[in-house]
């Protein structure tokens, strides 16, 4: 008889949905080894949520030799390796303690580094991976199911974004609502929804090729977020539901609630981005410009770093981006004709070839108060730039003399870098404009260059 087919089931792979501190996601055989000396015992593995995310690893060993539990709890003796699941985790101790009398003998381990890789490697075979999302939107996906909740209904909310052979699809959860209303009022980390991703023509797919869409999802589900918000845990599953392929990692910040160009209640948006997004960045070339850029991106954009840290980031990674498509991608100069350019001059270039407006904005009263005041500024990236130089040499004569601008001047380059990311990767849909005060959720319009 033929097999039955096998249906993946979208739920979490690890019960995240406890409120607790952490979250168990290993529990079993461990092994420590001191001296060459190896000693099996229990072990465990929890996502820590405070103070920060991390992966930390917990032993629990018996008849481990007076001597040898004296040393390791004195740090005289450095412990070769730590293993679980019969995998080595590079890291170090963190904590020790025990009875050295009873010969008991137990440690908190610190990976060196996130995700740890514990089952499978880059050549694993895999049908598909599911993967968890922390601190994600409560947004409207483009379709919808009904699952029970408390003997009621609750409506679930999927995204289904398909690229070239994969397929993508996000889903909340019967929590999502409720979590999300208490990370708004608590913060800290949440699971919010779960994601699964497979061929669209049931082909496997090697872990090598998993990490690197893993990695394209990371940067644009923080980028469509305005903070970084990770796939956390993802685990590959055969045909029949089996883990062959399993890596542990924890969400990188806690929640935040940042704009962006992202409107919640559009989740068309983010299916319309995902393919021209996951096309530049099969690219070599933009996918390192666009992890630069997303990376400087998130940093400013949080302004709790510093608005005037955050102007000059942004100026770094608008620069960054105009490189990358004046002079690689449409060769209108070659890099020494670029490097001789006036910083606003190479911010034009950028917003020019993808039909982004130049003129000072309405929505920044300060910023047009100012150019008509007698400082010249001919246009935005004029002022963009003159208030970063302000900023950045301290011989400058008009240092200081634009802290009313400050905010706007932060707010409208992020509003520059947000439509040229998107430019770049030829989106045409709606946004939810950042320059707008008092913008609602919901009040969209179309991007400057599709607008007739």
Known sequence: MPKEEFTPKLEPMFDFSLDKPNCSIYGGEAQVCVDGEKYLGTGEVRLDFYPKARIFCY???????????????????????????????????????????????????????????????????????I?????????????????????????????????????????????????VKLLKNEGGYRLTHVGLIQRIDGECFSGQDLKAYLSGLRMLFSFSKGAWCDP?????????????????????????????????HNGMQLQSLFPLFMKRWSNEDWKQTL?????????????????????????????????????????????????????????????????????????????????QSGVNWLDAPHALTEIRNTLVHPEHKKRGQFRKAYFEAW??????????????????????????SGRYIGQVEEVPWNKS
């Not at 001597?67 to 590079?90: E, P, T």
Request: proline share 3%.
């Open 232 to 264: 956390v845990c993802p685990v590959g599953q055969d045909g029949q539901g089996g883990r062959v392929w399993e890596s542990w990692s924890s969400p990188q910040v806690p929640w935040k609630s940042l704009f962006s160009w992202f409107d919640y």
């Open 59 to 129: 032993g629990y060993f018996q008849d481990v030799p007076v001597d040898k539990a004296m040393n390791m709890l004195f740090r005289q003796k450095n412990i070769d390796s730590f293993s679980v699941k019969g995998r080595k985790i590079d890291g170090f101790v963190v904590s020790s303690g025990g009875d050295s009398l009873s010969q008991e003998y137990n440690l908190k381990w610190s990976p060196r580094s996130e995700p740890v890789q514990i089952i499978g490697d880059e050549v694993t075979a895999i049908s598909y991976c």
């Open 411 to 436: 707010n409208l380059g992020l509003w520059y870098l947000e439509m040229s990311i998107l430019a770049v990767c030829k989106y045409q849909g709606t946004y939810g404009n950042r320059l707008k």
């Open 291 to 371: 992890h630069e850029v997303i990376y400087w991106y998130l940093n400013a954009n949080d302004s709790g770093r510093g608005i005037d840290a955050g102007i000059i980031l942004t100026q770094a990674a608008i620069e960054r981006l105009s490189y990358e498509l004046v002079v690689k991608d449409k060769r209108l100069l070659l890099t020494e004709g670029f490097k001789n350019l006036w910083a606003s001059d190479k911010f034009r270039l950028l917003f020019s070839s993808l039909d982004i407006p130049l003129e000072i904005p309405i929505e920044t009263p300060e910023l047009q108060k100012m150019a």
């Open 131 to 179: 993967f968890h999302l922390f601190n994600f939107e409560d947004y409207h996906g483009t379709r919808r199911t009904i699952e029970e909740k408390d003997g009621g209904s609750c409506a679930i909310e999927h995204l289904d974004l398909t690229y070239d052979k994969w397929q993508v699809e996000l889903k909340s959860l019967v929590s999502t609502n409720d979590v």
